[in-house]
């Protein structure tokens, strides 16, 4: 069975490349030479992103933007990500607040319209903040990676282009599952967010399995048919020849 994993970070080790193709994001600045060299060794597989995650805003070092602009002009199918904001963390006395994140995520998605890439973004209790600076910055070739949130929410995202990438978690929440019954089927991606052997309790090839036998059954179709479907819908997104 043919699948695509739209959203992990398979840099973090402690597996083989999966047997179907995947979109690994970066999280900070360690993480883009490790992806670049496992691009340039499955580069008919392995589709990566380069940025630095809301968890990590404070982290960049001198000169990141322009270092990071010049990676993605020498890596023409490379993608903008992990970027995003997390309203969780902002609220705690340890994580970096919406200021901080703010500061780096603007930056990512100047780049994203720039030079015209798609952009993974990660939403935690700050789609308000998020949509302000999509629409600010003129974004609309982007995703909202393991999408938990409302119809309305799921609604502004559809509105303003984006797509939605399915995770367990969306599938598991009641509102976020309610959500993608009625959205347009080719605007969804499917993902493990695979972390690492130490964070995930299963193999990837298990966990996107079962992102597809979950959503097979909210579409009504075989489980074969809905990778295909969204096998096409990570190309346009990503635009995989």
């Not at 840099?11 to 083989?16: A, F």
């Not at 995703?143 to 799921?154: D, N, Q, Y």
């Not at 929440?173 to 052997?197: F, H, Y």
Request: one cysteine or more; charged letters at 25%; hydrophobic letters at 35%.
């Amino acid at each position: 069975m043919q699948a695509f994993d739209a959203h992990n970070h398979l840099q973090k080790g402690g597996t083989t490349p999966p047997n179907f193709a995947c979109a690994p994001s970066a999280t900070c600045e360690a993480d883009w030479k490790v992806l670049e060299e496992m691009a340039n060794g499955s580069p008919l597989q392995i589709f990566p992103g380069y940025g630095i995650h809301p968890w990590w805003a404070g982290t960049e070092t001198p000169g990141w933007e322009e270092r990071l602009k010049d990676l993605l002009a020498k890596n023409y199918g490379a993608f903008i990500g992990e970027s995003g904001l997390d309203g969780y963390r902002a609220t705690r006395v340890r994580g970096p607040g919406f200021t901080s994140q703010i500061s780096i995520l603007r930056p990512q998605l100047r780049l994203a319209k720039t030079l015209d890439r798609p952009i993974v973004l990660h939403c935690v209790r700050a789609w308000d903040e998020l949509r302000e600076c999509l629409q600010e910055e003129s974004v609309r070739h982007f995703a909202i990676h393991r999408f938990k949130g409302s119809p309305e929410m799921a609604s502004e995202i559809m509105q303003l282009g984006g797509y939605i990438s399915v995770h367990l978690d969306t599938l598991y929440n009641r509102s976020s599952s309610n959500s993608i019954k009625w959205m347009p089927r080719s605007r969804i991606l499917v993902e493990t967010d695979w972390d690492g052997p130490r964070v995930e309790g299963r193999p990837m090839e298990e966990e996107i399995g079962e992102v597809l036998r979950q959503l097979a059954v909210i579409w009504d179709m075989t489980v074969e048919a809905t990778a295909r479907a969204t096998l096409r819908n990570a190309k346009e997104f990503y635009r995989i020849l």
